[in-house]
Nanobody, 123 residues
Framework: QVQLVESGGGSVQAGGSLRLSCAAS????????MGWFRQAPGKQREGVAR???????IYADSVKGRFTISKDNSKNTLYLQMNSLEPEETAMYYC?????????????????WGQGTQVTVSS
């Protein structure tokens, strides 16, 4: 079983930055495919970014060039550096993981989910 605990959310003004963290336990992050999703009120969950076991990263078009996903396997921690945040990106952000294979960020059926951390961007 994989447990995921997010942190780092908060309130920021438009154009600001935040870094989210996700601590994984139960399995080492080096053996996991991990990613970030977000869900705004009244909207469907949206895949943001993914990092494969070999470090290859994939981003949603809407965040390319502004968000960076990374992983520190020595700390079993996943990160999401978010720059130039926009009010429309106000949402609950979730850490996700898969043990066996890597799901697409366009597939919301990831097996393991954290409890989420709230990001609020004000204009």
């Amino acid at each position: 079983q994989v447990q995921l605990v997010e942190s780092g959310g908060g309130s920021v003004q438009a154009g600001g930055s935040l870094r989210l963290s996700c601590a994984a336990s139960g399995y080492g992050s080096s053996s996991l495919c991990m990613g970030w999703f977000r869900q705004a009120p009244g909207k469907q969950r949206e895949g943001v970014a993914r990092i494969e076991r070999n470090g290859v990263t994939i981003y949603a078009d809407s965040v390319k060039g502004r968000f960076t996903i990374s992983k520190d396997n020595s700390k079993n921690t996943l990160y999401l550096q978010m720059n130039s945040l926009e009010p429309e990106e106000t949402a609950m952000y979730y850490c996700v993981a898969e043990r066996v294979f890597c799901r697409s960020i366009y597939d919301s059926q990831w097996t393991y989910w954290g409890q989420g951390t709230q990001v609020t961007v004000s204009s």
